[in-house]
């Protein structure tokens, strides 16, 4: 499984960005998908996630409300629309899917990495 993401960039306190992450090999063993977020001198955090079978959404409570994580499985391709930036929202954004191939195994796969910088 192979994740690429695009969209990030630089913006302004309050704007808005989506970043797109396009997913490519076998992905009929994925269950789910999501975003994180890396700032510099922190930890990676999560930010979204989703299931690929359906279901409920989760969110780190700091972007309840501003972000939207979706995906159009005809286009391959999961989305996160992030509204009413702010200066902390700034970080590399990773896209992540996770896969069971076997039970007791848990593989992850990782995008390059896209960088967010809200300017305040």
């Known amino acids: 499984v192979q994740l690429v993401e695009s969209g990030g960039g630089l913006v302004q306190a309050g704007g808005s960005l989506t970043l797109s992450c396009t997913t490519s090999?076998?992905?009929?063993?994925?269950?789910?998908m999501g975003w994180y977020r890396q700032a510099p001198g922190k930890q990676r955090e999560l930010v979204a996630v989703?299931?690929?079978?359906?279901?409920?959404?989760n969110y780190t409570d700091s972007v309840k409300d501003r972000f939207t994580i979706s995906r159009d499985e005809h286009k391959n391709t999961m989305y996160l629309q992030m509204n009413s930036l702010r200066p902390e929202d700034t970080a590399a954004y990773y896209c992540?899917?996770?896969?069971?191939?076997?039970?007791?195994?848990?593989?992850?796969?990782w995008g390059q990495g896209t960088q967010v910088t809200v300017s305040s």
């Open positions: 992540n899917a996770q896969s069971t191939p076997v039970v007791g195994i848990i593989l992850n796969y």
């Open positions: 090999g076998i992905t009929t063993t994925l269950n789910s």
């Open positions: 989703m299931p690929t079978g359906g279901g409920s959404t």
